[in-house]
């Protein structure tokens, strides 16, 4: 099974690339974020062609998330049950290959202090709070999508410049911790101890040809889809050409279950 995130930025403004990317890279399952289209206007055809079934929760200009499966997807829900953050579409889950698949875009905090950080970091404090209500440790459940914090100074490329700064700041490397000492495991960080990839460039000042990157966006998953992962990669290729989003996909590989 192989399970990819990638935050769009606008399915609409990128589904030429999508659609050419799925033909290549052809995951299983592929959790967006960042639609930023209702669910009437999500191009639910052109996918549905491709071969998969769809689970979105869309929303009009901002946020917005999806997960595609080539089996269908059973139990589908949005949000955290509660609402934190005043109904944004950031959350949604489905069962898919016998795994609780979460496709989720966490608040971006804009400024350290600033009211939008506090409700992140709030958001991050309802998430956790969901898997403890909701599941256990125990299940196979894989958790994908843009999250705004880079884990650690390894996933920065200038861990100076960027101290303190959103994105980096310890408060939210600390939520970000909490959840995952609730039972998950940063997939890409078990399989590669190395810094220097990223999934995320700004589009300004050559951010991309210069590598000047963040890893934001990530695949947790609990134990037993741990000890099945064979292998995680962030595609690079995906972020270079013509309009591309600022993210790239990442994407895990899992042995079937013996």
């Known amino acids: 099974m192989k399970v990819a995130t990638w935050n769009v930025n606008s399915i609409r403004a990128r589904l030429p690339r999508v659609l050419a990317w799925i033909e290549t890279a052809a995951p299983d399952v592929l959790c967006l974020q960042e639609t930023k289209v209702e669910d009437a206007a999500f191009p639910r055809e052109e996918l549905c062609a491709r071969g998969y079934e769809l689970a979105i929760y869309g929303q009009k200009t901002y946020n917005g998330v999806a997960i595609l499966s080539r089996q269908p997807i059973a139990d589908i829900a949005c949000g955290l049950g509660i609402d934190p953050e005043g109904g944004e579409a950031r959350l949604i889950a489905g069962t898919t290959f016998g795994v609780r698949v979460i496709s989720a875009y ?99 000042q050559l951010g991309f040809p210069k590598n000047r990157g963040l890893r934001i966006d990530h695949i947790f998953a609990t134990a037993s889809l741990r000890e099945r992962c064979e292998g995680v990669v962030i595609d690079r290729e995906a972020r270079k050409g013509k309009l591309p989003s600022d993210h790239a996909p990442v994407i895990a590989t899992f042995r079937d279950p013996e």
């Open 106 to 204: 966490f608040p971006n905090g804009r400024e350290v202090g600033s009211v939008h950080y506090q409700r992140k970091l709030a958001w991050m404090a309802a998430l956790r709070d969901y898997f403890a209500r909701d599941h256990e440790p125990g299940e196979a459940i894989v958790l994908c999508g843009d999250f705004n914090v880079a884990p650690g100074d390894l996933d920065v490329h200038d861990p100076v410049a960027w101290a303190g700064k959103n994105l980096c700041s310890e408060p939210e490397r600390e939520a970000l911790a909490a959840l995952s000492a609730w039972g998950f495991s940063d997939l890409f960080r078990t399989v590669q101890p190395e810094g220097g990839f990223y999934s995320w460039w700004d589009y300004r």
